[in-house]
Structure formats: structure tokens, C-alpha cells
């Protein structure tokens, strides 16, 4: 059986970008199956005492991580733009993922999402720019954001959340290996990776 | 003229240690000279509103570094001891680095102190303990430690962090380049070297 890793991501997140644009071919060059996990950060910010992102608390630190996400997009021939809105509401975004995650372009509306948010720039908070990524996909846009505003898909959402507290996720990216060994942020996956593939030889 | 990178670090901080232990080689390996530059996050950190090392004041986040410095120091064959202490006064050993590193045992001291702080788990801020790395290089501690406490090297500390903070530095280890571009973090090494050493063709 292959190894896997839990991918741990938010699409507030800017250090998720990178990671979710190159994590599927780096697993696969490992030979690594990947579980998505959408999840929310807002809940795991609010006990750690932060009613906004670290980056508008701590100016010098955001910053510096604008600069440092356009160094490392520019390294990898993606696409920057720094949104005018940050962080952005995400809960819409990220119920559409778990819906499309447990479909076969789950991963494509990730990366197209990002894509839009961090290499366009754009408000994915708006359901009209969610709509847009989905019907570029040939998906129907009205239909997908009405099934992922059910409850159940809502009650999802929040166990996940839930599920990534649990594994000590306290920041995005982050990746938890079978054995529940945490590594966090976009500089982490190939470690993360290694570990999760060396699994069955320790 | 080689390029040069000056690499901002604080004996307190704990990704400086694998950051002092390498950047000596890895600069070497491209052509880079390294300026040693001491300094004190506390001052910096109280300006961000911290009266604490943030891996303190935010728990999960500590639980985490804790142990992703152990699997770095284990990928770099450091040895890793989390010292009882932390974080630990480091006013002394500052400035005894200072003085240190403007003779020519500067960087080995640099070393010698990581080292007794992070892979024995010793506390520096016992003047016994930056005593006993003084001597093992073959220093006159007492009189190395008397200097170290002058009015000049005292002024020199807090000029030098001031400098810190005009280079827009918001922890360590930080690493910026002739140009004023800013790398923050042990993993942003490599980078911050490639920077500095491909600055001549920019």
C-alpha cells in the first residue's frame, strides 16, 4: 500500500498557494498518495488569541512574507499578485473543496482557486469568482455552491477543522504523516514527504 | 570584491543554531563572505507587543519548533538537547560575541555557545557557562568577560540592534543581503545566499 500524507490547507492561507501548486507532483515523484484537507483556520487562530491573520498582526512579519511569497513564486514560474483584500472570507471556498474533493476535480478546483486568489489576485470571498473557477471546470456553479452550502456538507467542514486541531495543526500548509508525525508550512513538504515514504522502514 | 550577507542572529533563538552551525560552509561553498552580527530579539519582540519568545506565549506552535528542530539537527548530525531554560538571557553572550568576533575566534565562539546551549542543553545565561566555552578556546575568560561588559561593547549591542531593526529584521536567525533584501529563517539560507552571490548580474 502506498504511504499517504494529510494535506492540511486554507485558502487564506498564502504559504498554501506554493504548496498546493506542487504538492501532487512531488508526492507522486515519491510515490506519496495525498489526502486534501481543507479545513478553516479562523477557529485555531481564536485559541491561540488572534482575531485576524498573524501577518496583519505583526506588520514587520506580513510584510515580509508578501516579499517572501513573490521570491518563491517567482522561483517556481507561478503567477503573484497580492490580493487588496487579506485574509478573505474562506468558508464558501473551502465547502466547495470538500464537495469537489470527494469528486475527480477536487484537486483542479484547488489549484485553480489558488490560482485566481494569489496569481490574480482576486476576492475569492465573492460567490460570483467561486462560480467563475467552477464553470471554467464545466462544472454547473449554481448547483455545486448549493449542494456545498447543505448542512451536511456545513457539518463536514467543521469536523475537519475539528480533526486538524486534533493533530496539532496550528498554522497552514501543514502535513501530518499515518503515524501523526506534523510538519508545517510550504518549506516543510518534502521533509513531509520523506517521512511519510521512509514510514515503512522505521 | 565578494558579496557579502550579513547573517542577524541571537543566542536565544533556537533556528539560529542550525543556521550558526552552517553558514559558514555553505557561504564558503558560494563564494560568499559572511558578516557575524549579533543582536537582541527582546527589544524587537517587545515592539511586536511579546514579553516572551512567541514559541512560549503560543504553545502549539512551541510544542511544534521543539520538535522540528530536533529532526533538523538530526538531518544535520547536530547533537540536540532542549535546554531546561528557555528562553535564556543572552545579553553576556552577545556580548562577549561581539567582542569575539572582532578578533579572529569570533565564529568558533559563535559555535562553541550554540553548541553548549542547544546540543548540551546548558543555560548561557550563567556567566560560569560562557566562561567554560571561553576557556576551552583558549581564552582568558575573566578578562575576555570584563571587556565584554564595558560601555563601548554595551553601546556597540544596542547599536547593532537598532541596526537589526532598521534593516526591518523580526527575528532570527535573519540574513540580509548588500541590497537590503530581507531572508528570514534557517530554511531561507540557501536562498539568501543564492541572492547575495548573484547580485553582480542583477
New interface residues.
Given amino acids: 500500500m502506498a504511504p499517504t500524507l494529510d494535506f492540511w490547507f486554507e485558502f487564506a492561507s498564502t504559504y498554501s498557494y506554493p504548496a498546493a501548486m506542487r504538492v501532487a507532483d512531488a508526492a507522486q515523484a515519491r510515490a506519496v498518495t495525498v489526502r486534501w484537507r481543507p479545513f478553516l483556520l479562523g477557529p485555531i487562530f481564536k485559541a ?1 488569541g488572534w482575531d485576524n491573520s498573524p501577518f496583519n498582526l ?1 506588520p ?2 506580513g ?2 512574507m508578501w ?2 511569497l513573490e ?1 518563491i513564486c517567482a522561483g517556481l514560474d507561478l503567477p503573484f499578485v497580492q490580493p487588496a483584500v487579506f485574509p478573505q472570507n474562506t468558508v464558501l471556498a473551502a465547502r466547495v473543496a470538500l464537495l469537489a474533493l470527494a469528486q475527480d476535480w477536487g484537486e483542479d478546483y484547488c489549484r485553480a482557486l489558488y490560482r485566481a486568489e494569489f496569481g490574480e489576485g482576486r476576492d475569492i470571498s465573492k460567490p460570483e469568482n467561486v462560480a467563475a473557477v467552477l464553470t471554467a471546470l464545466g462544472q454547473d456553479a449554481d448547483a455545486v455552491m448549493a449542494e456545498a452550502q447543505s448542512d451536511a456538507i456545513k457539518a463536514r467542514l467543521r469536523a475537519q477543522t475539528e480533526q486538524a486541531q486534533r493533530a ?1 495543526v ?2 497552514a500548509p501543514s502535513f501530518t504523516a499515518a503515524d501523526g508525525e ?3 508550512g510550504n ?2 513538504l518534502e ?1 513531509a514527504l520523506e517521512w511519510a515514504a521512509s514510514a515503512a522502514n522505521r
Fill in positions: 491561540q505583526y514587520a512579519k510584510r515580509y516579499r517572501d521570491r496539532s496550528f498554522g506534523l510538519f508545517w518549506d516543510r521533509a
